[in-house]
């Protein structure tokens, strides 16, 4: 699965827009990207995931670059319980793939 | 709100002691993972099952780790005898797994201290 870069940590004021950015300059045309984040003391959670349109959901958006190379995870109106580590991870669409490889994340801290 | 359960959730323990963590999966998925957080390594894989059978455990030192799946409401990960390296947060993750883009859910995690 290709690597991805992020940035160790970012902060961002409350009621802004996040941006957290993510690398993966190797993606191969079948590698979709996905992100996770996790809160202090909890389980990795679900955010949201894309292949090459940029995708919306209730939690965030994704946007991903016309060449795959790059992509944006925005949390639009950021709040306090958006405090946590967000990790961007590229998966691939086949059976027997089903490892989940974290690298080390963005901690992205909200403040008030 | 289905969802991951864990326990215990917080365990201190002795070094040479055994451990045992359970984990009960969301009622109908078919794959239950089994991960390890430290600082210095980040989450990494320990093992999954796919209906209760042993896919992978590459990821699992395999002098004193097991893994099985009983039955299909119960996930359990063994460490014996217990070494003050194993301390860590232990994940348990399940999900309905078809292709490698199907969603895992978290449990809360055990966090593991051995003396």
């Known amino acids: 699965d290709a690597k991805t870069t992020q940035p160790p940590s970012m902060d961002c004021a409350e009621g802004r827009a996040a941006n957290l950015p993510c690398n993966h300059s190797?993606?191969?045309?079948?590698?979709?990207v996905y992100w996770y984040r996790q809160i202090h003391s909890q389980g990795p959670q679900y955010i949201i995931h894309g292949l090459k349109n940029n995708e919306t959901n209730e939690m965030a958006s994704l946007i991903i670059t016309e060449d795959r190379k790059s992509s944006t995870l925005i949390l639009p109106h950021a709040t306090l319980r958006d405090t946590a580590v967000y990790y961007c991870?590229?998966?691939?669409?086949?059976?027997?793939?089903?490892?989940?490889?974290f690298g080390q994340g963005t901690r992205l801290t909200i403040n008030p | 709100d289905a969802r991951v359960t864990q326990t215990p959730r917080h365990k201190v323990t002795e070094m040479g002691q055994e451990v045992t963590m359970r984990c009960q999966p969301i009622l109908g998925h078919n794959t239950v993972f089994w991960y390890r957080q430290t600082m210095m390594q980040g989450l990494e894989l320990l093992a999954y099952f796919r209906n209760r059978a042993p896919l992978d455990d590459s990821g699992m030192p395999k002098d004193r780790f097991s893994a099985e799946m009983p039955d299909a409401t119960l996930a359990t990960l063994k460490i014996q005898p217990s070494e003050p390296r194993d301390s860590a947060v232990y994940f348990c993750?399940?999900?309905?797994?078809?292709?490698?883009?199907?969603?895992?859910?978290f449990g809360p995690g055990t966090r593991l201290t051995v003396l």
């Open positions: 190797t993606i191969s045309g079948n590698e979709y």
């Open positions: 993750a399940s999900g309905q797994i078809v292709t490698g883009l199907d969603t895992q859910y």
């Open positions: 991870i590229v998966r691939v669409d086949r059976q027997g793939a089903q490892k989940l490889v």
